[in-house]
């Protein structure tokens, strides 16, 4: 079964302490892609990868870094977490005019 | 990114039709998606169009011009399980930015009985 998991679902923590969130798909896709979504703002991309070792910023990657060592993982970091991180996040893979969400991870930073 | 605009919010009964615009300003433009999405859940993937003309799905329609930079998702004999977020989203070829998608902020409908 075609499959983005992302973990942790929910997650509560303080600011400044580093936390990822992981991840992965089953089905070899070179695209990946962070979203998050915040109330009357809608989707927006936060970082984006075309392959293996090739990221780009999207719209709104401050804060953030990713990292994509090999076709199936693209790990979001946060090194110093904000309270205005305080988001719902969406990583996502696409191939050919299909995108694959994950089920999404509520972050809450205090 | 880009200006992609659809409205805020539409009401309708159940059994009726609505259509829920969206425009968009983008150059290179590689197609446009429609998503459903429900409170707290993922995306679902409605529509794609990415030649002028009306893609029809059951009970779901999504037309496009791009010489207007218009689409519109059309939802017959609605039911109370399609009150959901419906996202447009553009796609954009070119060059560095290959494949990124852009998505509009939603446009909640509630359908009631």
């Known amino acids: 079964e075609a499959q983005v998991t992302q973990n942790p679902r929910y997650l509560i923590t303080v600011t400044g302490k580093k936390l990822t969130v992981t991840c992965s798909q089953n089905m070899n896709h070179e695209y990946m892609s962070w979203y998050r979504q915040d109330p009357g703002l809608g989707l927006r991309q936060i970082y984006y990868s075309m392959n293996v070792e090739v990221t780009d910023k999207g719209d709104v990657p401050e804060g953030y870094k990713v990292s994509r060592k090999e076709k199936r993982n693209f790990p979001l970091i946060l090194e110093s977490p904000s309270p205005n991180q305080t988001s719902l996040y969406f990583c996502?893979?696409?191939?050919?005019?299909?995108?694959?969400f994950g089920e999404g991870s509520w972050l809450t930073v205090v | 990114g880009q200006n992609i605009d659809q409205p805020t919010e539409m009401t309708a009964t159940e059994g009726a039709i609505v259509q829920i615009n969206c425009t968009y300003q983008?150059?290179?433009?590689?197609?446009l998606f429609w998503y459903q999405q429900h409170a707290g859940e993922a995306p679902t993937f409605l529509s794609y169009n990415v030649l002028d003309g009306l893609e029809e799905k059951g009970r779901f329609s999504s037309f496009l011009s791009r010489s207007k930079g218009y689409s519109y998702l059309l939802l017959k004999e609605l039911q109370m399980k399609d009150s959901a977020s419906y996202l447009c989203?553009?796609?954009?070829?070119?060059?560095?930015?290959?494949?990124?998608?852009?998505f509009g902020r939603g446009t909640q409908l509630t359908v009631w009985p």
């Open positions: 989203a553009v796609r954009r070829d070119r060059g560095s930015t290959l494949g990124r998608l852009y």
């Open positions: 996502a893979s696409l191939s050919g005019n299909t995108i694959y």
């Open positions: 983008t150059s290179g433009f590689n197609g």
